[in-house]
């Protein structure tokens, strides 16, 4: 079965309000999808992580520089297309964009060699381990607000009345505000209900500790991307001085780059984001390398149905850590702002939101590769094709 065409579809809109987070507010919410057909007519949709003009640039990396490089290779030869890849563009890039375009592509080969057996791709990977998963719900976002602490207050209580048992909020609005913030937050929620704060690397290691501290006594869960990724000393510190679990991960890429960040001993929770650091088939080799440290994993997730459902499949496929009878379970990242590409695109939707409210949990889908096919008419209504 060979690759005859690889293909991108960019879509965007404008959201209802602006939202944010410690590095920048945004309007528009896009999201990059990548098919690959197949001469068996077998087509395959991954996803690229990277939003709004970067996104444009990934289509380009696709389509230009790697799709003639793969059309009319074995689409079932996974491992041989993404090295092929790889070592063509080692020269120019072991990380960032590359990589994010390389994922899309190698999402969409996983998808096909699903489709190609009539097995879902936990299936595929050896498992499935379980056969739903607990989902946690993301908001909280930085806005343009005059009270943005009694707003997060009242979205946390209503995410939480949805049906979720775990929530995500964001900070980086200085340290003494965020700590508020996370007060606030803490305030519309019951007790039982983790909560967990994402910096998008906002601090250094010093601002970090003081909010860390902070958090400890407001019993949240974990701390994300405390300082930049680039801070090893910084995370390790972190993880050293406090009892709150230090989480990131989402801006590494590939088992090399992961290597380094789990023997430096940096993180409790790593967070690999499949569309970003290499696609499935360096995701496993990531993961393996978490266990291999007995650090647990909690996929980043971040985009569209495709990747969700990419996702739920790699959640069922990763085996407890360290097992038992009750095992502290990897847990789905559910967007619950205005995401039309999670609730339109799919032409079978995954019912995330009616699966929190009956259980807090989610089933995954037993269906050929990831089991989300895009529903054509979604993606001509949303297309973009330059600058927004």
Not at 287 to 306: D, E, K, M, R
Request: a negative charge; one cysteine or more; charged letters at 20%.
């Amino acid at each position: 079965m060979k690759i005859t065409a690889v293909k991108s579809h960019l879509i965007g809109y404008d959201l209802p309000e602006t939202l944010g987070y410690s590095q920048q507010m945004y309007r528009r919410r896009t999201a990059h999808l990548v098919e690959v057909s197949t001469d068996a007519g077998i087509t395959g949709w991954g996803e690229c992580f990277g939003p709004g003009n970067v996104a444009l640039a990934n289509r380009a990396i696709v389509e230009a520089v790697i799709a003639p490089m793969i059309v009319g290779r074995d689409a079932l030869a996974r491992e041989v297309v993404w090295h092929h890849v790889y070592n063509l563009l080692r020269d120019h890039g072991q990380k960032g964009m590359p990589l994010q375009a390389l994922s899309g592509i190698d999402i969409a080969l996983w998808d096909i060699a699903g489709k190609a057996t009539g097995l879902s791709i936990a299936r595929l990977l050896g498992g499935p381990f379980r056969t739903d998963v607990p989902v946690y719900g993301y908001g909280m976002m930085l806005r343009p607000s005059a009270d943005l602490a009694a707003d997060f207050t009242r979205e946390a209580a209503a995410i939480e009345a949805m049906g979720f048992r775990a929530v995500k909020m964001k900070v980086g609005c200085g340290v003494a505000e965020d700590i508020r913030l996370v007060e606030a937050t803490r305030k519309g929620l019951r007790d039982e209900t983790r909560l967990m704060v994402d910096a998008n690397h906002a601090y250094h290691t010093a601002q970090a500790l003081a909010v860390g501290r902070a958090l400890e006594g407001l019993g949240v869960y974990w701390f994300e991307e405390p300082v930049a990724p680039e801070d090893r000393d910084g995370y390790r510190t972190l993880r050293a001085a406090l009892s709150v679990n230090i989480a990131g991960g989402e801006a590494e890429f590939t088992r090399w780059g992961w290597r380094d960040l789990l023997e430096g001993r940096c993180l409790s929770i790593a967070q690999p984001e499949v569309c970003g650091l290499g696609g499935i088939s360096e995701f496993v080799k990531v993961l393996a390398l978490a266990h291999t440290h007995f650090v647990p994993v909690v996929n980043h997730v971040w985009g569209s149905a495709v990747s969700v459902a990419t996702n739920l499949q790699l959640l069922a496929a990763q085996p407890p850590l360290p097992g038992g009878l009750h095992p502290d379970e990897p847990m789905l990242e559910y967007d619950t702002t205005h995401n039309a590409f999670l609730t339109e695109l799919p032409q079978e939707d995954l019912d995330v939101l009616g699966g929190v409210r009956e259980s807090g949990r989610v089933a995954v889908p037993d269906r050929p590769g990831h089991g989300v096919i895009p529903n054509p008419d979604v993606l001509a209504r949303y297309r973009i094709d330059a600058p927004a």
